[in-house]
């Protein structure tokens, strides 16, 4: 049987010790939501870390990770945008990057 896969081939299920995560499989549009989206995991990261900034817990280490993660999240955003602006959103097409 053919493993859950995303539209690039890679395994769309990662299981490791404590983590299972069910990433996108296919279109939204096309094959309903059946899977979260690598800006879903950002975003979980980003809430542990800054529910640690809140705490005891801060320091300038997570200050340096969480505007990374920011950066990492506006780079997926113009990639989605560059890809639905050159109408290859879904597919395995290329999109030129500017």
């Known amino acids: 049987?053919?493993?859950f896969r995303h539209l690039d081939g890679n395994n769309a299920v990662i299981e490791?010790?404590?983590?299972?995560?069910?990433?996108?499989?296919?279109?939204p549009n096309e094959v309903g939501v059946n899977g979260c989206r690598i800006e879903d995991i950002l975003d979980i990261v980003t809430?542990?870390?800054?529910d640690f900034q809140g705490r005891d817990l801060n320091c300038p280490e997570n200050a340096t990770?969480?505007?990374?993660?920011?950066?990492a999240r506006e780079a997926l955003i113009l990639r989605r945008r560059r890809r639905e602006q050159q109408g290859v959103i879904g597919t395995r097409s290329k999109h030129k990057s500017e």
Do not use: C, P, R, S
């Not at 809430?47 to 800054?50: G, P, Q, S, V, W």
């Not at 990770?65 to 950066?71: F, K, N, Q, T």
């Open 1 to 3: 049987m053919e493993k």
């Open 16 to 27: 490791k010790e404590f983590i299972h995560i069910t990433f996108q499989h296919g279109d």
């Open 47 to 50: 809430d542990k870390i800054l």
């Open 65 to 71: 990770a969480l505007y990374h993660l920011d950066l």
